[in-house]
């Protein structure tokens, strides 16, 4: 199984400043197939990015995914009020097939 | 826009099926890739298995052999159920739509199942 780990566990910030999420797998990601997700309270996951490093459609620049091989970023660079949610990372290949990391909690400050 | 709803009872009894139908509305249910993840109260996210429009699936292996998988194109709906399900198995459960094969683009809200005497 490719276990993904997240960190930090929480990250507590201020509207306007950046953040950097990260996402550790324990083998090789396939093709870099690692996407990022967004969750609200009561709400379904959102896909942020896909395959590392692409912005699914919708989604504003200020997110940007980077990483390869075994380690991987999200970037938030300027935090907006709608921003605060939990992220989670995603592989696909292996067995089983897709794994998800815990996720990081974003609080407002 | 495509949207996905997911049906079926929010409780079920311990050692009985979970079943669950996702309708699928404003869009084809080819050419996609159709998963249901789960997510047990204040936890993370599962995956429980997938298929291809066409019909061939993959599931977890930590759940293959409770969980199964089936779509009716022609009702634009792909179903759930899950036997012998146990108090472990209460979560929200969510069908989800793939674009690509390997991730998850179009979520349905999540319906919570209870698994309760």
């Known amino acids: 199984e490719n276990v993904l780990t997240q960190s930090p566990d929480t990250l507590s910030l201020s509207p306007g400043e950046g953040a950097t999420l990260s996402c550790r797998a324990s083998?090789?990601?396939?093709?870099?197939?690692l996407a990022w997700y967004q969750q609200k309270p009561g709400q379904a996951p959102r896909l942020l990015i896909y395959?590392?490093?692409n912005r699914a459609t919708g989604i504003p620049d200020r997110f940007t995914g980077s990483g390869s091989g075994t380690d991987f970023t999200l970037t938030i660079s300027r935090l907006e009020p709608e921003d605060f949610a939990v992220y989670y990372c995603?592989?696909?290949?292996?067995?089983?097939?897709?794994?998800f990391g815990p996720g990081t909690r974003v609080d407002i400050k | 826009q495509v949207q996905l709803q997911e049906s079926g009872p929010g409780l079920v009894k311990p050692s009985e099926t979970l079943s669950l139908t996702c309708t699928v509305s404003?869009?084809?249910?080819?050419?996609?890739?159709w998963s249901w993840l789960r997510q047990p109260p204040g936890k993370g996210l599962e995956w429980i298995a997938y298929m291809f429009y066409s019909g061939s699936t993959i599931a977890n292996p930590a759940l293959e052999r409770r969980a199964t998988i089936s779509v009716d194109t022609s009702e634009n709906q792909f179903s759930l159920r899950l036997s012998s399900v146990a108090a472990a198995d209460t979560a929200v459960y969510y069908c989800?739509?793939?674009?690509?094969?390997?991730?998850?683009?179009?979520w349905g809200h999540g319906t919570l199942v209870t698994v309760s005497s």
């Open positions: 395959e590392a490093t």
């Open positions: 404003g869009g084809s249910m080819s050419p996609y890739y």
């Open positions: 989800v739509r793939g674009t690509r094969h390997v991730d998850f683009d179009y």
């Open positions: 995603q592989q696909y290949g292996g067995s089983p097939l897709f794994t």
């Open positions: 083998h090789t990601i396939t093709s870099n197939y």
